[in-house]
């Protein structure tokens, strides 16, 4: 079975889609697969963008839509494209109006107005991104948890990942030519996770990422001897900040997440 790509579409978060479209690709596939939220939808054009892509890539769209028009528009636009489209709330919303005799409110995200939670969670998410592949240092200090590593070691999805655990963390990058923020060599190592690979596992992920980017992969990103020095420069990095190490090369995103969360309970109990 080829991998699976399906974008989820939503006028929130796109949270209650994510999980019902995971839940389904369970059935079909125990492998790799590929699910992208595109939340916060309010107009037209954002679902024509998202239609073609889907189109381009043979995706399928899973989507929650409580306005009518949008719903209408986005069912239309697929069939017209040729791409498969689900709406996942739509009829129940519908079977719900018809039984109950009362019209919806159509507001998006009322299912998270007064959780906290919810709102814990979208302010980590927000945290990740704007502290991303060390963009801003100044986030180092204020992280839960800070990720290094070289590129291409999942610091971006494992940030986002443990952002949904409520978790705000920064990850910074590791580049030879580039010395790393002096903030990192300053907050507590126990909140700090660096994040190893082989040399490799990390020469065919890279060799992957310039395919998909229709690059030939004689570059010296996937270059071999340049991944050895990099990671040789990484562990320099780590042992002198005296970090904890989790080695990433054949993890999946969420059994890293999991090493990490256990990891910084352990570190905050001592």
């Known amino acids: ?8 579409m939503s006028d929130s978060v796109g949270e209650t889609a994510e999980l019902v479209v995971k839940a389904a690709l369970s059935q079909f596939n125990d492998g790799p697969f590929d699910v992208q939220r595109i939340p916060y939808i309010e107009d037209k054009s954002i679902i024509d963008d998202t239609i073609a892509q889907a ?3 043979d995706a399928l769209i899973g989507f929650t839509l409580v ?3 949008l719903r209408k528009y986005l069912s239309y636009r697929a069939v017209e494209e040729g791409v498969e489209c689900v709406d996942i709330m739509g009829p129940m919303m519908d079977s719900m109006e018809r039984h109950f005799g009362t019209t919806p409110r159509l507001e998006a995200g009322l299912v998270h107005k007064l959780d906290e939670d919810y709102f814990k969670r979208v302010e980590a998410i927000e945290f990740a991104v704007r502290y991303d592949d060390g963009r801003d240092p100044r986030g180092i200090k204020k992280a839960d948890i800070v990720l290094i590593g070289v590129s291409r070691t999942s610091k971006t999805p494992l940030s986002q990942y443990l ?3 409520r978790l705000k963390v920064a990850n910074v ?11 990192l060599f300053e907050v ?3 909140r700090c ?3 190893k690979i082989t040399p490799e596992k990390l020469n065919d992920i890279r060799k992957e990422r310039l395919k998909a980017l229709g690059l030939g992969d004689e570059a010296s990103y996937a270059n071999l001897q340049r991944i050895e020095q990099e990671i040789s420069y990484f562990e320099n990095i780590v042992d ?3 970090c904890e190490v989790i080695d990433v090369s054949h993890k999946a995103v969420e059994e890293t997440a999991n090493m990490i969360i256990h990891t910084l309970r352990t570190n905050n109990e001592k």
């Open 188 to 190: 507590d190592p126990r």
């Open 163 to 165: 952002a949904h655990k």
């Open 173 to 183: 990058p590791i580049v030879p030519e580039v010395k790393p923020p002096q903030e």
């Open 240 to 242: 002198d900040i005296g």
């Open 193 to 195: 996770i660096g994040l």
């Open 1 to 8: 079975m080829i991998k699976p790509f399906v974008y989820i």
């Open 55 to 57: 189109r381009e890539h």
């Open 67 to 69: 306005s009518p028009e």
